[in-house]
């Protein structure tokens, strides 16, 4: 319809013109070109709208095929993104754990460092009392070894001892053998002198008193040397043990 009435008033301006009257013939064939032209034209603007839309097209798949590539790059790097996270989660789950435990463990550690430390101090407490134990047990030793040593030494004394009092005993003994002897001696010079009385007589047991009376004397010496030499030692004896 539209192309009928731009015929039409294509005629309407002719007429009005008023140009010169032509054959129906040259009347068709112009209308004709006229519409060929027309029509070759709006091919023209047809082909070249189409082009133009054909290229935008392009163009828009273009974009669209870039965008959609994008998308897909995207989507894989956000599930390679997601599965990284989750590694990640998953390392940091275990990380999680693992200090968790560790901490558990420098727990029980922090624990039994108390504990050894405790049980250090005691041990530095019993090692002195040791060291000292084993001083006194030293000082004991030496102690031990000169009271052995003084023993052995009593042993010796009192050896000494017994030889004093069995030499005091023989003292004893010739003293009082010595005391016989001159109650004898006086009791035979009594009886001598009572029957005849010879002065030579008398004058050798008068020697023989005298001498046996000089022994006597330096015998009672000697057991009274002995007495005080066991009494010392006894004295001493005594004192040290």
Excluded: W
């Excluded at 002719?14 to 009347?27: G, H, L, T």
């Excluded at 789950?93 to 968790?100: A, G, L």
């Excluded at 041990?123 to 003084?150: G, H, R, V, Y």
């Excluded at 042993?155 to 004893?172: F, M, N, P, T, W």
């Amino acid at each position: 319809m539209g192309l009928f009435n731009r015929f039409k008033k294509g005629e309407e301006e002719i007429i009005s013109e008023a140009p010169p009257i032509k054959k129906p013939e040259e009347i068709e064939k112009e209308q004709i070109e006229t519409e060929l032209e027309y029509l070759k034209k709006e091919v023209k603007d047809k082909t070249e709208s189409f082009d133009s839309i054909l290229k935008k097209l392009t163009t828009v798949k273009e974009e669209y095929d870039s965008v959609i590539a994008k998308v897909m790059s995207a989507k894989r790097e956000v599930k390679e993104k997601t599965t990284e996270l989750d590694s990640m989660k998953t390392e940091y789950e275990e990380i999680s754990s693992k200090i968790s435990s560790a901490n558990t463990q420098l727990e029980i550690i922090k624990k039994q460092y108390d504990v050894i430390k405790l049980d250090f101090e005691k041990f530095e407490k019993a090692k002195s009392e040791l060291d000292s134990f084993k001083a006194e047990m030293e000082k004991c030793k030496t102690e031990f070894a000169e009271i052995q040593s003084k023993i052995e030494e009593g042993k010796s004394k009192l050896g000494d001892v017994a030889k004093l009092q069995i030499e005091y005993e023989e003292i004893k003994e010739k003293v009082e053998s010595a005391k016989k002897e001159l109650k004898f001696t006086e009791s035979q010079i009594y009886t001598a002198g009572s029957r005849d009385s010879p002065k030579s007589i008398i004058e050798a047991a008068s020697s023989m008193m005298a001498s046996i009376k000089s022994e006597l004397r330096r015998t009672q010496q000697e057991l009274e040397a002995v007495k005080k030499t066991l009494e010392q030692e006894r004295k001493v004896h005594g004192e040290s043990y």
